[in-house]
């Protein structure tokens, strides 16, 4: 093996480690970062209906996330979202959660067939009112 061959392969696995590096800071900063319930959203759980495998509380929280000022870029997701936080409120009466679990079963939670049931029932509010 050439020193050429040497160099550029020692140039290629310290970028490697570099690039390693990086993506492990990230996944700690990310790991670290703690999401706390907002007392207004606190208030509006405390109507909800309680956390079943029905997600009942569903077109509650999409009507909430309508209802903001300004829409988010994924409706589905926020209120996904919404959800986990609610139901960790609810259940382990906490109000803090850590962002990337909370993305996590934020994503598991939109493919349930319950939940897409739930978010795109049209008139569920009008049946309950």
Not at 47 to 59: I, R
Not at 100 to 125: C, R, W
Request: charged letters at 25%; one cysteine or more.
């Amino acid at each position: 093996m050439s020193n050429t061959d040497k160099r550029i392969k020692r140039a290629k696995n310290k970028a490697k480690q570099a690039r390693l590096k990086k993506q492990k800071t990230q996944e700690r900063s990310n790991q670290e970062q703690v999401v706390c319930v907002p007392p207004d959203v606190a208030e509006m759980f405390q109507t909800l209906p309680s956390v079943s495998s029905e997600y009942e509380a569903v077109p509650y929280l999409k009507k909430h996330v309508l209802s903001g000022a300004v829409l988010p870029h994924d409706v589905e997701m926020s209120v996904a979202i919404l959800y986990v936080m609610y139901g960790n409120w609810r259940v382990l009466d906490s109000d803090a959660m850590y962002l990337s679990d909370l993305l996590m079963v934020a994503e598991q939670i939109t493919e349930h067939p319950k939940f897409i049931e739930q978010f795109y029932q049209e008139n569920g509010l009008l049946a309950q009112a």
